[in-house]
């Protein structure tokens, strides 16, 4: 029985890599038929797999090593990686390292479909991401843009969004137009919030270089040197879809997200985002990804309520 110990820098390495659920070590135990024992700064693994299983820690550190956070989805994406036979998969997604701020951490594709969005993003003027809550369309679009304005290969970025009800009356809520609108657009504004600090987003905001505003702000608008993201536009109409892609000028890029299945639309079948899915698909320069529920980053019980609502609507 072969074996072999890996020694850590520090306790925090080691915790990073082996402080996981009993189950999760139970798992890689399992797959590469081995048997753990941590310690401090060390991990002893015995058995006929030590040899594949020193290459799973390994490549955890070389991704923790970049900036990547070893949670449970990420442990649990990299043994699905390993039993599939990919294990460069982790490696590849740690080298698509996005750096949005010198003040907040890094982000990282987490899924190989969020990798192929963000090859979609980087390499065509216009990317629908389409897929479930939870999938990274936004956030990974948002942390691109934010990226792209940094090191000027844009000029601002337009965030937007339809400001349309998802079962509560706009008007009936207190305040301002603004103050009514503030709302529908709280997403994106927490997407920044994450990913630049405070007095960077008021700084730009002031000066226009990051807007955020209701869809219907956009009209007669040419938005040139722009990185333009649409959020939920499954509740555009055509025209508003049209509008939107129509203000799009010199250098700029955009990304327009949304999710299929949640259509707020009193008629449900005039989506702009279903038309464009039937109509832009062959148009060079516009690329289409779609995300699934194997895509979702948030509480794994996320994915089990996508699974269980879309096996109920069939």
């Not at 399992?30 to 799973?56: H, S, Y």
């Not at 994406?77 to 460069?88: G, I, M, P, Q, S």
């Not at 007095?199 to 990051?210: A, N, P």
């Amino acid at each position: 029985m072969s074996e072999t110990t890996l020694h850590f820098d520090n306790a925090r390495e080691a915790s990073d890599l082996t402080a996981h659920s009993a189950e999760t070590l139970a798992e890689i135990e399992r797959l590469f038929d081995v048997r753990l024992t941590a310690r401090d700064t060390w991990l002893k693994i015995e058995g006929a797999g030590t040899e594949r299983a020193g290459r799973f820690f390994g490549v955890l550190q070389a991704a923790r090593a970049r900036g990547m956070t070893l949670n449970a989805p990420l442990i649990a994406y990299t043994l699905k990686t390993f039993a599939d036979e990919r294990e460069n998969a982790l490696e590849t997604l740690a080298s698509m390292r996005i750096d949005v701020s010198p003040r907040k951490a890094p982000v990282f594709p987490r899924t190989i479909g969020q990798q192929i969005y963000l090859d979609a993003i980087e390499n065509n003027p216009v990317t629908f991401g389409l897929g479930p809550a939870g999938t990274g369309k936004t956030y990974l679009a948002m942390a691109v843009a934010i990226s792209a304005l940094l090191n000027d290969e844009v000029s601002r970025i337009i965030l937007t969004r339809p400001a349309i009800e998802a079962g509560e009356a706009l008007g009936f809520l207190p305040g301002s137009l603004q103050q009514k609108i503030d709302p529908y657009l709280r997403p994106l504004y927490d997407a920044l919030h994450d990913m630049l600090p405070p007095d960077d987003i008021q700084r730009f905001m002031e000066r226009g270089v990051i807007e955020v505003a209701p869809l219907a702000y956009m009209r007669g608008r040419t938005l040139n040197h722009a990185f333009v993201i649409l959020d939920e536009a499954q509740n555009t109409t055509p025209k508003q879809m049209m509008m939107l892609l129509t203000r799009l000028g010199f250098d700029a890029k955009a990304v327009i997200t949304g999710d299929p299945t949640q259509i707020d639309l009193p008629d449900k079948g005039h989506s702009g985002l279903l038309e464009a899915q039937k109509i832009l698909r062959r148009i060079d320069g516009l690329a289409f990804v779609e995300l699934g529920e194997e895509d979702v980053i948030r509480h794994p019980l996320v994915q089990k309520i996508i699974r269980a609502y879309r096996h109920h609507r069939v």
